[in-house]
């Protein structure tokens, strides 16, 4: 897909604002309703085109079941045909001035647990509707200055207990019974929310069950690994009971993990309320490494 502006039909482009999997996004303005949005556009241009189309319908089809200020909106779906095919998808979204957790600034341990209890909210609202997200990782999370989060990317949502035929999911982020294309659930997004708070809180990555490309380009499956260090054992300035709440989510089996996102927002509350009373609210998480500063890597 080409990266100039392009002319689209009801929108004026301000700004390149990301890129997706073969798709662009755009900061538009709409001209027949003088909103801004974030547009979302992907062009057919081979096959496997094909599965990104069906990833946008989807995104805007669970986003319409849902209303919550921690999930980014979607407000329409044009589909643009040529030569009895539709060649080009656009989807008009809810504009969010706010940066990935991957890209954004560093962050205080008392701010991540309070962004990861909005995510925590965020994705309990989708649960109580019937849906996982599927795909929760730093990218998939957006921040703005003043401390608000967005939850994006419903691509790869699904019903709970639908078993996907192929395996969907980020490696590093992945839940086992995704990689096993297993019933998927509530449990599924806590395991991708927790290696996502993992990474927040270490730089490093929970080892899943999809590895690292090799050096000759290839990806192979990897038994997990046991033993791997929990992050108040990587940053002795993490808190234990952060630490424990990491870990739990990040259980192989699911039933071994919190039983729902309320459970988890119920900890976190509780976490806050020692964390804003106590001096480790102000260490502070480096974005290169995203490591508490004065922790000590024994690595």
């Excluded at 929760?136 to 921040?143: R, V």
Aim: charged share 25%; proline share 4%.
């Amino acid at each position: 897909m080409g990266k100039q502006i392009p002319d689209i039909e009801d929108f004026t482009i301000i700004k390149h604002i990301g890129t997706g999997a073969r798709s662009r996004i755009y900061m538009a303005r709409d001209e027949l309703t003088g909103q801004t949005v974030a547009l979302k556009r992907a062009v057919l241009e081979a096959p496997e085109d094909a599965r990104i189309f069906e990833q946008i319908e989807t995104e805007y089809k669970v986003a319409k079941q849902l209303d919550h200020p921690y999930l980014r909106k979607c407000y329409k779906l044009i589909k643009r045909r040529k030569l009895l095919r539709t060649n080009e998808i656009l989807l008009s979204m809810e504009f969010f001035n706010g940066q990935s957790l991957e890209d954004g600034p560093s962050l205080s341990l008392g701010d991540i647990l309070l962004v990861f209890r909005m995510v925590a909210t965020g994705l309990n609202a989708m649960h109580q509707k019937g849906f996982v997200h599927c795909d929760m990782k730093p990218n998939n999370i957006l921040i703005s200055k003043e401390g608000m989060i967005k939850i994006i990317d419903l691509g790869q949502s699904c019903k709970l207990g639908t078993i996907k035929t192929r395996i969907q999911g980020t490696p590093d982020y992945i839940a086992p019974e995704q990689v096993h294309r297993k019933h998927l659930s509530h449990r599924t997004d806590i395991f991708n929310f927790g290696a996502t708070m993992y990474w927040a809180l270490t730089g490093k990555n929970v080892p899943t069950l999809i590895a690292k490309k090799t050096d000759i380009g290839l990806s192979a499956m990897q038994k997990q690994k046991k033993g791997f260090r929990a992050p108040h054992e990587i940053y002795r300035q993490i808190p234990r009971e952060v630490s424990q709440i990491v870990m739990d989510c990040v259980q192989e089996d699911p039933a071994k993990r919190p039983a729902n996102m309320s459970e988890i927002i119920s900890r976190f509350d509780v976490m806050i309320r020692e964390i804003f009373g106590s001096k480790l609210s102000g260490s502070r998480v480096a974005n290169g490494n995203n490591a508490v500063n004065s922790g000590k890597d024994d690595d």
